[in-house]
Nanobody
Framework: QVQLVESGGGLVQAGGSLRLSCVAHTNTFSAYVMGWFRQAPGKEREFVAAIGWSAMSTDYADSVKGRFTISRDNPENMVYLQMSGLKPEDTAVYHC????????????????WGQGTPVTVSS
């Protein structure tokens, strides 16, 4: 079992930046692929970014590529999402997720989820 807790969300103006953090309560953090997903009101959960076990591999949705950066700190059991150039359409609840089996964009592949942290971008 892995408990994930996100933080760092808030209200920001368009063009601004936020850094989301997620701490994983597990003794085997480096064994998990970590992902960030988001869900806006009335919309399905969508992939944002993923990072491989050793942080050598990263993947981004086209909508955030060049603006968001995912990173991880395995000794600290942390994964981060640095967001810059925020747009109103980035408004959503952001969730981190973990899975042992695959490196992918499908939320069904992820076994563990945090409760999420809300991000609101005003125009």
């Amino acid at each position: 079992q892995v408990q994930l807790v996100e933080s760092g969300g808030g209200l920001v103006q368009a063009g601004g930046s936020l850094r989301l953090s997620c701490v994983a309560h597990t003794n085997t953090f480096s064994a998990y692929v970590m992902g960030w997903f988001r869900q806006a009101p009335g919309k399905e959960r969508e992939f944002v970014a993923a990072i491989g076990w050793s942080a050598m591999s990263t993947d981004y949705a086209d909508s955030v590529k060049g603006r968001f950066t995912i990173s991880r700190d395995n000794p600290e059991n942390m994964v981060y999402l640095q967001m810059s150039g925020l747009k109103p359409e980035d408004t959503a609840v952001y969730h981190c997720a973990a899975n042992r089996r695959s490196y992918g964009r499908n939320p069904d592949e992820y076994e563990y989820w945090g409760q999420g942290t809300p991000v609101t971008v005003s125009s």
